[in-house]
């Protein structure tokens, strides 16, 4: 199934106001003495994606540690792990689920939750320079729901040693590439429909980030930067802070179909 999916990867891939006091944290239905349940009929999101080297976090607490922290699974537990709603493969296993709800647990460096993928090298957390070898993601994905007064998603971004690169990010219904810190850095488009699927690749080699949505170039970055990763999924930017209904109906979400990472 994996090898389906990859097809249209693999053509990418070729050259070319003050906050009222939050409740509880969503919980997820689990079952199984490390919380991993099959989705009904359907296979695990590893079983539909090449997760071999990445690790998820999700917006929910991780009963293992003593402070709230959002739940990390790393491989292989990886391997054979869902957990509905916030990461789920699709009705027909032709893609994975991630959803982010407004109030879910978020890590220690931000105000807003995730069901993220986050690229790995093995057990060890990647790490790759923008000046040295070719460092290519593709994602093909379509972002299906986006929280309420706030709808804003980031789907897929580059990290560095300390902070975002670069980021495909939809507010509302414009999808833009944003560079680090300065927002709305490119628009791509002011007409996404939700559930609309495109591919979105980034391509890093030679001090530069190039970015391209449906093979269109979008633009290209200056980069130099070590501690470099790839992070792919839902990254809800809000918060019961700022959007209502403060509960887990409330979120943000995507839906991967394919997804590859490449380095040379």
Same mark, same amino acid.
């Given at each position: 199934m994996r090898k389906t999916l990859?097809?249209?990867?693999?053509?990418?891939?070729?050259?070319?106001?003050?906050?009222?006091?939050?409740p509880s944290?969503?919980?997820?239905t689990a079952s199984g003495a490390d919380g991993a349940v099959p989705a009904a009929g359907c296979e695990a999101p590893a079983?539909?994606?090449?997760?071999?080297?990445?690790?998820?976090?999700?917006?929910?607490?991780?009963?293992?540690k003593e402070d709230v922290q959002p739940l990390e699974i790393t491989q292989p537990q990886l391997d054979d792990y869902t957990l509905d709603p916030w990461f789920v493969t699709g009705e027909n296993c032709d893609g994975v689920r991630f959803r982010a709800p407004v109030n879910g647990v978020t890590t220690r460096n931000s105000r807003n939750?995730?069901?993220?993928?986050?690229?790995?090298?093995?057990?060890?957390?990647?790490?790759w320079s923008a000046t040295s070898g070719k460092h290519t993601m593709v994602i093909d994905q379509a972002i299906t729901e986006l929280p309420k007064r706030r709808p804003h998603v980031v789907a897929g971004q580059i990290h560095d040693a *300390?902070?975002?690169?670069?980021v495909?990010?939809?507010? @509302? &219904?414009?999808?833009?590439?944003?560079?680090? /810190?300065? #927002?709305?850095?490119?628009?791509?488009?002011d007409d996404y429909v939700l559930g609309t699927?495109?591919?979105?690749?980034?391509?890093? *080699?030679?001090?530069?980030?190039?970015?391209?949505?449906? @093979? &269109?170039?979008?633009?290209?970055?200056?980069? /130099?930067? #070590?501690?470099?990763?790839?992070?792919?999924?839902?990254?809800?930017?809000?918060?019961?802070g700022n959007s209502k209904p403060c509960d887990g109906d409330n979120f943000g979400?995507?839906?991967?179909? @394919?997804?590859?990472?490449?380095?040379?």
């Open positions: 990859a097809i249209a990867v693999a053509l990418a891939l070729s050259p070319a106001g003050s906050a009222a006091a939050e944290a969503p919980e997820a079983q539909v994606l090449d997760l071999a080297n990445w690790k998820v976090t999700l917006p929910v607490d991780n009963p293992d939750p995730r069901s993220e993928l986050r690229e790995m090298k093995g057990s060890r957390l990647a790490s *300390s902070d975002d690169v670069a495909f990010r939809l507010e @509302g &219904r414009k999808l833009w590439l944003t560079n680090g /810190d300065t #927002t709305n850095h490119r628009l791509i488009t699927r495109f591919v979105a690749k980034f391509e890093v *080699s030679g001090g530069e980030v190039r970015a391209f949505y449906n @093979g &269109r170039l979008v633009d290209t970055i200056d980069a /130099d930067f #070590t501690g470099g990763y790839f992070k792919a999924g839902a990254y809800t930017q809000a918060n019961c979400q995507v839906t991967i179909y @394919g997804l590859a990472v490449t380095h040379s």
